[in-house]
């Protein structure tokens, strides 16, 4: 969080605000870790890159939605709050 307040609205501030940016600059050093030519590294980068989105988007569907609030008739009128 304070790198993010460091980095502020600038450029390198809204690249980090993206997981599918941020998985781009993690995914970079990973992959010149693992590769050895340039077309390993490049091909490593995206490919880990892309396999964090997909996970990133199976962990959305995943989680459950968000409980609907409806307002029934004992909530309407109870005679506890003034209008």
Do not use: T, Y
Not at 26 to 32: H, L, M, T
Not at 38 to 44: A, D, G, S, T
Request: charged share 20%; proline share 7%.
């Amino acid at each position: 969080m304070k790198l993010r307040q460091r980095l502020g609205n600038r450029m390198l501030g809204r690249l980090i605000d993206c997981p599918k940016c941020l998985s781009l600059w993690v995914a970079g050093p990973f992959a010149c870790w693992l590769g050895s030519a340039w077309q390993e590294h490049l091909v490593l980068w995206l490919g880990i890159s892309g396999a964090v989105v997909v996970l990133h988007k199976f962990d959305a569907w995943l989680k459950p939605p968000p409980a609907a609030f409806v307002e029934g008739p004992m909530e309407q009128n109870d005679g506890m709050l003034r209008r």
